[in-house]
């Protein structure tokens, strides 16, 4: 009987236990099962290509691509980096960039890419080397606010607030600038 007894009141200190640990806490459940915080698409070693009237504009690669199209501000992720061909009419590459991360705001057509970021005009040969840069897809513009060097072939200069430039990197500003510039004599 005495066994009989402790087991019942094992088992009904086993059950409250187990009761008290159930919890509907709505706002865990809903963080769980939050589809805008999980990818809904996602891709390895991807390209994606931009044309206009059949000529290639863009071109885009990346190791890992996931989409969150219904988050309440829906991105792309490329959290291993990517790169970005730039094409020129007579679809000869006019410039890149890389970045080590980056994300693409789908309704505002922005790219933020972060981490070792370059920008290479192969026209001129300018390298943009920043570590932070925003590229507005729209305006077709590519800038920073942080700390940016651009090498030429003569010249290597800085942007201590950053620069501002077309998307080809054509037209280059650089915001708080200084740097060394040669400049030869005409004998």
């Not at 690669?61 to 061909?85: D, H, I, N, S």
């Not at 200069?157 to 030869?184: A, C, D, E, M, P």
Request: net charge negative; hydrophobic share 35%; proline share 2%.
């Amino acid at each position: 009987m005495q066994t009989v007894l402790n087991s019942r009141v094992g088992f009904l200190l086993f059950l409250v236990v187990l009761l008290g640990g159930c919890e509907n806490d709505i706002e865990r459940i809903n963080m769980l099962t939050d589809e805008s915080e999980s990818a809904t698409i996602q891709g390895t070693n991807i390209k994606v290509i931009y044309s206009d009237s059949a000529k290639v504009k863009i071109q885009v690669l990346a190791p890992v691509y996931k989409q969150y199209p219904t988050a309440e501000r829906p991105y792309m992720e490329f959290e291993e980096g990517l790169e970005v061909f730039f094409y020129d009419d007579s679809a000869k590459i006019e410039s890149e960039i890389k970045a080590d991360y980056t994300i693409y705001y789908i309704e505002e057509q922005l790219w933020h890419a972060t981490g070792n970021v370059v920008a290479q005009n192969f026209e001129n040969g300018d390298a943009l080397h920043t570590e932070e840069l925003f590229w507005d897809e729209k305006e077709e513009l590519i800038y920073s606010d942080s700390y940016t060097r651009v090498i030429s072939e003569e010249n290597t200069l800085y942007g201590k607030k950053g620069f501002r430039s077309h998307q080809n990197l054509s037209n280059w500003q650089l915001i708080g600038s200084s740097g060394t510039i040669n400049v030869q004599d005409e004998e």
